[in-house]
């Protein structure tokens, strides 16, 4: 099996048993970003899934940096598609305005 995540399998089996493919695809975009937090102070979370692509929403250092292309398409689609070979596109959605920040867009 190919090594991943700085050389580290991910865990997928933190699904239940049983788990549907797309609860094992979310927790493997979870295993994901938990290296994204460690080695970019970011983060990447599963919103939705359509077929062949995967939407995913970007948090911390990951929204508005420069390379995130290169972090969704190398890293996130790349260990995805060595699970489901599948899933052929990432598309990263705006974040989503929750609590104070909502509060603070509607002043």
């Known amino acids: ?3 991943l995540l700085a050389g580290k399998q991910p865990d997928i089996d933190v699904a239940p048993e049983g788990a549907t493919e797309e609860e094992r695809l979310a927790a493997l975009i979870d295993a994901i970003s ?3 937090e460690h080695y970019h102070n970011g983060s990447v979370r599963m919103v939705a ?12 250092a990951c929204v508005g940096c420069s390379i995130t292309p290169a972090t969704l ?3 996130v ?4 598609q060595q699970f489901f070979p599948h899933i052929e596109r990432i598309e990263a959605i705006e974040p989503s305005l ?3 920040q909502a509060a603070e867009g509607e002043a």
Do not use: A
């Not at 689609?77 to 995805?80: I, P």
């Open 1 to 3: 099996m190919p090594r």
């Open 34 to 36: 938990s290296y994204v």
């Open 77 to 80: 689609l790349g260990t995805v």
């Open 49 to 60: 899934r359509e077929e062949d692509t995967v939407k995913v929403e970007l948090g911390g």
């Open 98 to 100: 929750s609590g104070e």
């Open 73 to 75: 398409c190398g890293w």
